[in-house]
């Protein structure tokens, strides 16, 4: 598999505190990452300062495939608070948003921008909702939406930040599994940061455990047979991490 992103002794600080101390792994095309971790352990800073939203104190941030830029990277933040019900544009309005915002000079959706808004409002199963204004949706509704905007200009990355956080287990399963397929379907590379190391292990391939530096990365595998691993967390809580072992 080919490297499409490299973060090689990375450090953030926030003042004179450091934030994320020494990080480095690697991203390659096609893998399905779960990024887990205590509150305020770092993971929605590392992703930030992967997408050049926070500055990087040392260390560096290397996409070595020349096909991948941070341009090309769907972005999905963490919702912060509730949505305006007067709020007056539509999901496809929205959703539409993903293609304009990389459009220079004259802005406007041409006729196969509007088949490919049509296209990924079908995929993710919302296209009955185009004309429905955003201040009405549910949650899992709102997060399809923004999942459709970061996904409609065919990113070969994508960044998800607690994107199922506040869903009930039915609606959270659907989304996991949605993404599921765009990562085996379309080989989309899905970073999914998550508090919920039990839920996401079902369905990444890998995982990456933050608290300010890595502590461990690889596959589940690899860390439920790691000795590494078992003294770090304890026997029950590295058993309960390693969802395999409940069909076991």
Known sequence: MRSVLEIKNVYVKYGNEAVLQNVSFTVEHGDYIGVVGPNGSGKTTMMKA??????????????????????????????QGGTDTNFPATVREIVSTGLIVHKKGIKYLTSQDKERVDEILGTLQIKDLQNKKVGHLSGGQYQRMLLARALVNRPGMLILDEPA?????????????ILSELNKNQGITILFVSHDIGSIGKYTNKMLYLDRKVVFFGDYEQFCQSKDMTEYFGYEAQHNFCWRHNHE
Not at 58 to 75: H, M, Q, R, T
Not at 165 to 176: G, M, W
């Open 165 to 177: 956080s506040a869903l009930d287990p039915k609606i959270r399963d659907d989304l996991f599994l």
């Open 50 to 79: 992967l997408l050049g939203l926070v500055p990087v104190s040392g260390g560096a941030v290397i996409f070595p495939d020349k096909n991948l830029k941070k341009e090309n990277i769907g972005y999905v933040q963490q919702k």
